[in-house]
């Protein structure tokens, strides 16, 4: 399938005339069973997935396990070519990939774009990261101790409905470049785009290294269950990070667990306002609100808490929503119909908590799919749902603080501990404030950004382990000391 308009070019019925498949020991698999994948835009249908059977699972997970061996005695130059080949095919069907992401998961078409490309700039940034073994001892005598790292084995990937192939593409290259295989899972809500970029990996890949079937929450609890799985890197809620890591406990499988985040950015009293808001904007209402690492909950101190309540609102105001093929949408609809009740019915609960003051937004938008319009809220007790949790949507609360301690008290009081963000003219100020915060990265007038090179992860429930960088990739093997005499 060469045509990139395939992804656009329903039938009569509405529905992408394409079979998805499976990837399995290099192969192409359809299913007996299989599921619409919803348009948030429009909440219909428009193409189906095929749901994996128990047996395309053995079959997956002893293609990776027979594959194996041979994957891990490559050298980690020879990984990497395969790997930036299929960055390149990436790069090359770009616009293809971006249109299908578009389509099942809501987000405009450029930053649709840009979620492909960065996929594969992460790629080629992961397997440029030397991993080398490390001398501890050397004595006269010929006693030497070496601590080298050894690939863990059959790595099982899930990944979530938010970001379906930058997260992907950290779960492959960080497994294939250290010397595992993979089976990997994406959600059920955006299983298409990456079907396709397993197809893309037969023809690159050798067979059985990089697998993918799709299916659902039963598909997800057999994989994390199955002794056949030696390591497993999930994102995801934390809910079921608990539920995965309880799963995963008979057998002691190694984890990465990247979990929620109820992120908050604190604006110190020197913040040039024209300068930091739209940062601050920006990365609240990013993809409708739906990242762990967004802008969760802003604090503002008193004496400019209502003109920053006004401004961001005011933004809100003039941000455009619709469909993500629509030129000039700065943000689409929420992925799915379960996130969009849930999100309805926060708000709803939120409009009746006393002292609230709804600025902007509150209410769906009247036209078919998943809409909520971009929500400022102030006046809330620190008690309030929308401020406690993570909401993963449209809805910004922003609350007040009276001194940088009781900033940093309100940011910390919760039992996540993601990211956070400072906003301020003064950098080192901002240095020593983010030392007190309870969260696994801590920026500095941004807020949102992953590298390749740099560690990610959380604090407290927001997850276990740190993905990315060399410490990341090093959670992908197993530490061996050989002690030479």
């Not at 609350?399 to 940093?408: E, G, L, M, S, W």
Request: hydrophobic fraction near 40%; include cysteine; charged fraction near 20%.
């Amino acid at each position: 399938m060469n045509n990139p308009s395939f992804a656009t070019s329903p039938n009569h019925a509405g529905e992408v005339e394409y079979v998805f498949t499976h990837t399995i020991d290099g192969r192409g698999e359809t299913s007996g069973e299989r599921d619409h994948v919803i348009n948030p835009a429009t909440g219909k249908g428009f193409a189906w997935a095929p749901l994996a059977s128990p047996q395309q699972l053995e079959r997956a997970i002893a293609a990776a396990r027979a594959a194996y061996p041979a994957w891990a005695r490559r050298g980690f130059g020879e990984r990497a070519e395969l790997l930036d080949a299929l960055a390149e095919a990436l790069r090359t069907r770009a616009e293809e990939l971006a249109r299908l992401l578009t389509r099942e998961q809501g987000k405009p078409l450029p930053v649709a774009r840009a979620e492909i490309l960065t996929a594969a700039e992460f790629i080629e940034g992961t397997v440029r990261i030397p991993i080398e073994s490390e001398a501890l001892t050397s004595f006269e005598g010929g006693r030497r101790t070496m601590l080298h790292y050894r690939p863990i084995g059959v790595v099982a990937g899930i990944t979530p409905w938010n970001v379906p192939i930058v997260l992907a593409s950290h779960k492959i290259v960080q497994a294939l470049y250290t010397g595992n295989t993979l089976v990997l899972k994406p959600s059920p809500y955006t299983p298409l785009t990456t079907l396709l970029l397993g197809e893309m990996a037969r023809a690159i890949l050798p067979a059985g290294v990089f697998n993918v079937v799709s299916g659902g929450n039963e598909l997800g609890q057999t994989i994390t269950s199955h002794p056949g799985i030696d390591r497993i890197t999930f994102t995801g809620s934390t809910a079921t990070g608990k539920r995965i890591m309880a799963s995963a406990a008979d057998t002691l499988k190694r984890l990465t667990l990247e979990l929620g985040g109820n992120d908050p950015a604190i604006i110190l009293d020197d913040a040039d306002l024209d300068k930091r808001l739209p940062g601050i904007f920006a990365s609240s209402f990013r993809l409708c609100g739906q990242v762990c690492m967004g802008i969760k909950r802003i604090y503002a101190p008193a004496r400019l808490y209502e003109t920053v309540c006004e401004r961001l609102a005011a933004m809100a105001q003039k941000h455009p929503v619709g469909d993500g093929f629509e030129p000039g949408v700065l943000m689409g609809p929420l992925q799915n119909r379960m996130q969009y009740d849930k999100i309805v019915a926060l708000l709803e609960e939120t409009r009746r908590e006393p002292g609230a003051r709804i600025l902007s937004g509150g209410h769906v938008l009247d036209r078919p799919g998943y809409f909520v319009a971009p929500t400022v809220v102030a006046g809330l007790p620190e008690s309030a749902r929308l401020v406690r949790e993570e909401q993963f949507g449209p809805l910004l609360p922003v609350q007040p603080y009276q001194t940088v301690d009781h900033a940093i008290a309100l940011a910390n009081d919760t039992n996540m501990g993601l990211s956070a963000s400072i906003w301020t003219e003064d950098p080192a100020r901002a240095g020593a404030i983010a030392a007190r915060l309870e969260a696994g990265t801590v920026w500095i007038n941004r807020h949102v950004n992953a590298d390749a090179n740099v560690p990610f992860g959380g604090f407290k429930e927001s997850g276990i382990g740190r993905e990315h960088g060399l410490m990341g990739l090093r959670s992908y093997m197993e530490p061996q000391v050989v002690d030479a005499a």
